[in-house]
């Protein structure tokens, strides 16, 4: 028995959008996981602008790998081509989150439309 056979105005808005969410589900071959950020770090020498100022400009690319958090330097020449990658990475993740909530709600749609058999009432001693 397949549990999301049920029908009704929402299961069908849900597997419409189950299927919208399929056909954008492309594996970008040249995604990257995690967040690009610019910081500023000093470099320490007394006689450098920096001593001065915010410090020197720094990206780094933050995500997770076997479950630690890795941070990689990213040259500030890579940082216009790295962003689109980041960018491609985030939104799979999305689309792969957005279709895993839809099939909750098609598993939750299927339980409510689900119908209970009728319990019939008993005779007890004292009827």
């Not at 009728?118 to 009827?127: P, Q």
């Amino acid at each position: 028995m397949n549990i999301f056979e049920d029908t009704g105005p929402t299961v069908a808005r849900l597997r419409g959008r189950k299927q919208q969410l399929l056909t954008r589900l492309r594996v970008p071959s040249d995604a990257l996981p995690g967040s690009l950020a610019l910081t500023h770090r000093r470099c320490g020498k007394p006689s450098c602008h920096c001593a001065d100022s915010e410090g020197h400009p720094l990206w780094s690319l933050t995500f997770m790998a076997d479950g630690k958090k890795r941070v990689e330097h990213i040259p500030a020449d890579w940082v216009e081509a790295v962003r689109p990658r980041v960018e491609a990475g985030r939104s799979f993740k999305q689309a792969i989150a957005d279709l895993f909530v839809t099939n909750v709600e098609l598993l939750v749609q299927s339980r409510k439309q689900r119908r209970r058999p009728a319990v019939r009432g008993r005779k007890g001693k004292w009827s």
